[in-house]
């Protein structure tokens, strides 16, 4: 089965959860055998892993006739795609589009970020899409996240294949209910013309069918997996000399993680114990306003803010935490609990996150509810056989969360769209 | 000729009310009152009362033919006296018919014939003697929490001088054996032991009102056929539950207790009687003897004391509450005494099982928790709380050894102190009659003559110098003072 995917990142090169979801599922579908996935992003690095899916650039992707020979082609774009692929595209350009500012190959530049004139951006990505779509064979389109779904319908409309959806995130979720008009129309648009919708959880679930009226048996739920994590990071171990329980927060410091609940609980806790230190890992337009509160309420010799941690520096955090923390106010799923399972630290999440849903082995508070976060907390750092069992229960849950099973979901479910 | 062993359990734990790391050291009070009051009175309404009702007009009705036994725990006593009295006296009107038999357990509910053999013992008596108290009968069969059994527990049981125990049908121990008989333990041969018939119990406690079930609805006339339908020599069918299955499990809607009542009358008519475990003990020999290595029990699938014991979780919790056993039995106040069964009860346990399947479902079916390490939490912060409380009437550093020796001082000095004021007050008394008032009485303070009598008493001089030296240290029990403010 061929399916043409559109996202807007794809590892290494990540800004957030979306990236790492697009990357697990197609892996994971690639792992179930007989799928040829064609995986399209604003701007590869040449970096991207490949086995599994061929990544087309829409900054690679010609939307205007140039006449250029194979080794131009090849020392502009070569380590990113195949050149002889830059000229089977060229054969599709449907329209003039010399009147855009296009490049020397006449392809539109894209930032592949979440730059300032984004909306612009995600216009350009759907007329890329026009190009690619008439180039590539599919049976079916999947788009991932609010994004690609103008380029998802665009080529829908070309080819004339089912389109799916993959909501990982809706404006209801970044926004805490303030959603941005046009935000929502892209999202409701892109819901109107799929075949069929895929959320990450039954809370994103809901909002689909809910928020944006949409009829229940279009909407599916396939919930996020995680990727196994190498023997490099799993024997990271915590900093020697340490003496006293860390209790980490990691992500973006902002309203939609709920920082200020994990603060709050904080200080409960550091009341009444001694031996315990609070990290809160991220950046985010709320940080200043956390250490003035960490300040206001007398634990800041105990609270830690380290700014936005990256890469390895990520698994070191939570090889040297005791408890992770994820208070988020809404989360469609929220994948950094599970890492922080795998790396067998026991974990604390809200209810109104979408990984709770799947998860047995972590304590589960509400978000606003700081006194049962903080008695969560004293628990696990008090009581070791909480300790261990979270962590050693937690590890082997979280082991049975593959993306294979997500995919082998995902590919039943284009079986059935296909064969309408 | 066949007889139906019946016997029902009541047993309602003291509820953990939301206990906070805050309140450790600050609040000794555990319990959520309200939640206990509110379920005993509702299970009581609607199951308890009406089945004693119904069991006392069936006793009346079968001209005593109809016998059943009970075993009631100390701590659902205890509810049962203070929110629903008339419960008692029903109950005591119902032995008073002489067709009911009490067993005998732990008072709490504990597990303490897997963790603390003194403790155990100790409970039963409690338990056996609160059944006298209220009831006027002496428990001659016993039946453990749960019905948890092994080997280890029958030479107990034994040894404690009962002549059966009750226990479940585990197909692990079983085999291909029938539990329609009465056996003997492997470790106490003496003791009999009855086996719950789980198919033929759970019918009634579990399938009774569930319409997808292939025998529904069951109706007692069907029911004795089955019981009938049994081989020859299977004679026995001990028929075990709780007593909620009785208008709670198995609503009064279902029609249950008219099945119940309508059992005399079909067992009649295929002469099966019915008889208390006693009766049966006395009137069958034992086929065999069953050799339990391991603990059994009758809840979930494998019939084992996971439910109570299967993580680290419980595993923890249990060891902390019994590591400091010893020392509760050496306290003397008696609100540490009253909290210390209460822990023990072992539902605390139960709801921090972390069984997710469907077997487990049961587990969170009656938690007042929303997870298990929710349960967890509260349990040991309660019991972090009650250990303080215990190091605070005797320190850790003492051990327990050095700690019974003062004790036992201190409580021989006290003897003494009391005895010797008794023989000054008898001299005092003496001199006044014999001096005809010469004497003035109130001159003497009542300590001198104290001292001065000593030399002549001293009886034990070894004794004198050992008990000087803990006269310092008995800060620790003096602290009782401070801690009894707080009732």
Not at chain 2, 361 to 377: G, L, Q, R
Not at chain 2, 425 to 438: A, L, P, Q, S
Request: aromatic share 12%; glycine share 4%; hydrophobic share 40%.
């Amino acid at each position: 089965m061929k399916a043409l995917m559109f996202g807007w990142e794809f590892p290494p090169h990540i800004l957030g959860g979306l990236g790492t979801a697009s990357y697990g599922l197609t892996k994971g579908m690639w792992e179930n055998g007989d799928m040829d996935i064609t995986f399209v992003i604003p701007k590869p690095w040449g970096d991207e892993p490949k086995e599994f899916a061929n990544i087309i650039g829409a900054n690679c992707t010609p939307v205007a006739w140039r006449d250029v020979n194979m080794d131009y082609v090849q020392s502009r774009i070569g380590k990113v795609m195949d050149p002889q692929f830059y000229f089977d595209l060229r054969n599709h350009i449907y329209g003039d589009f010399n009147y855009m500012s296009t490049n020397d190959l006449g392809c539109i530049e894209f930032s592949g970020r979440y730059p300032e004139n984004l909306l612009e951006e995600i216009n350009n990505y759907s007329i890329v899409a026009g190009v690619i779509a008439r180039t590539v064979d599919c049976d079916i389109i999947h788009s991932h996240d609010w994004l690609t779904y103008p380029a998802g319908i665009h080529a829908k409309q070309v080819t004339g294949k089912p389109l799916v959806i993959h909501v990982h995130a809706t404006d209801f979720d970044r926004s805490r209910g303030n959603v941005n008009p046009t935000v929502f129309s892209i999202e409701k648009d892109g819901m109107n013309n799929a075949d069929h919708i895929i959320t990450v959880s039954n809370l994103t679930r809901r909002t689909v069918i809910e928020k944006y009226g949409i009829s229940p048996d279009k909407v599916t739920t396939v919930h996020n997996a995680v990727e196994p994590l190498n023997e490099e990071l799993l024997n990271l171990e915590a900093p020697p000399g340490k003496t006293s329980k860390v209790i980490t927060f990691l992500g973006r410091i902002t309203m939609q993680k709920g920082p200020e609940y994990f603060v709050e609980a904080a200080a409960q806790v550091l009341h009444k114990v001694n031996n315990a230190q609070f990290v809160m890992a991220g950046s985010g337009d709320m940080m200043d306003k956390m250490i003035r509160l960490a300040a206001k309420r007398d634990i800041a010799d105990r609270f830690h803010f380290t700014g936005f941690l990256k890469g390895k520096q990520v698994y070191e955090m939570l090889a040297a935490s005791d408890v992770y923390i994820m208070p988020s106010v809404s989360e469609p799923f929220g994948i950094s609990p599970l890492e922080a399972m795998q790396m067998g630290v026991p974990s604390i999440i809200s209810k109104q996150s979408g990984c709770a849903e799947i998860l047995d082995n972590v304590i589960k508070i509400d978000y606003w509810d700081t006194n049962a976060m903080a008695d969560a907390i004293y628990s696990i750092i008090k009581y070791p056989a909480m300790y261990n069992e979270l962590r050693e229960q937690g590890l082997a849950e979280v082991n049975q969360i593959t993306w294979d099973k997500a995919g082998a979901k995902v590919i039943n479910l284009y079986r059935n769209l296909i064969n309408r | 000729m066949k007889a139906i062993c019946f016997y029902f359990q009541i047993h309602q734990p003291f509820r953990l009310k939301h206990y906070r790391f805050f309140d450790i050291g600050n609040d000794h009070y555990y319990y959520d009152d309200f939640a206990d009051d509110d379920i005993i009175t509702r299970i009581a309404q609607r199951s308890y009362l009406p089945a004693n009702e119904m069991l006392l007009d069936m006793i009346k009705e079968n001209g005593k033919k109809f016998k059943v036994a009970f075993s009631i725990s100390g701590t659902a006593l205890e509810q049962l006296e203070q929110y629903v009295p008339e419960f008692i006296d029903s109950m005591k009107e119902l032995a008073a018919t002489g067709c009911v038999e009490f067993l005998s357990e732990t008072y709490a509910h504990s597990l303490s014939s897997l963790y603390d053999p003194d403790e155990f013992v100790a409970q039963v008596k409690a338990h056996d003697a609160k059944i006298f108290q209220l009831f006027g009968q002496k428990p001659k069969v016993f039946r453990n929490t749960e019905l948890i059994y092994d080997d280890d527990i029958a030479s107990m049981v034994y040894s404690m001088g009962f002549k059966a125990a009750i226990t479940a049908d585990a197909k692990h121990v079983l085999g291909w054996r029938s539990p329609n008989f009465l056996y003997s333990s492997a470790s106490a041969p003496k003791l009999k032991l009855l086996l719950k018939n789980g198919k033929l119990s759970d019918d009634i406690s579990f399938r009774f009102s569930n319409p997808e079930w292939a025998s529904y609805p069951l109706t007692a006339d069907k029911y004795i056929h089955w019981i009938n339908e049994l081989p020859q020599e299977e004679q026995l069918v001990n028929l075990f539950m709780n007593y909620d299955a009785l208008g709670e499990l198995q609503p009064r809607e279902s029609g249950i207790f008219e099945f119940i009542k309508a059992l005399p009358r079909f067992a009649a008519e295929s002469d099966i009687e019915f008889w208390t475990p006693s009766e049966v003990v006395s009137k069958f020999k034992p086929v065999a003897e069953l050799a339990v290595p391991y603990p059994m029990s009758w809840t979930d699938e494998a019939r084992d004391t996971s439910a109570w014991l299967g993580n680290t979780l419980q595993q923890e919790a249990v060891r902390k509450l019994y590591s400091i056993g010893e020392r509760v039995r050496l306290c003397t106040d008696r609100r540490i005494k009253q909290d210390w069964n209460y822990l023990q009860a072992s539902d605390h346990f139960f709801y921090m099982s972390t069984k997710h399947n469907d077997d487990g479902s049961v587990h969170s079916h009656y938690s007042p928790y929303d997870s298990p390490y929710t349960a967890f939490t509260n349990y040991m912060n309660v019991l972090s709380d009650f250990m303080t409380r215990v190091e605070e009437q005797y320190p850790a550093s003492i051990d327990n050894e050095e700690l019974n020796s003062l004790l036992l001082t201190i409580r021989n000095q006290e003897q003494e102190i009391e005895k010797l004021h008794r023989e000054v007050e008898m001299m005092r008394n003496n001199i006044v009659k014999d001096t005809t008032g010469d004497f003035p009485i109130d001159e003497p303070e009542p300590a001198a003559p104290a001292v001065e009598e000593k030399p002549v008493e001293k009886k034990k001089p070894a004794k004198k110098p050992a008990a000087k030296k803990p006269a310092a240290k008995k800060a620790p029990a003096k602290k009782k003072a401070p801690a009894k403010k707080e009732k």
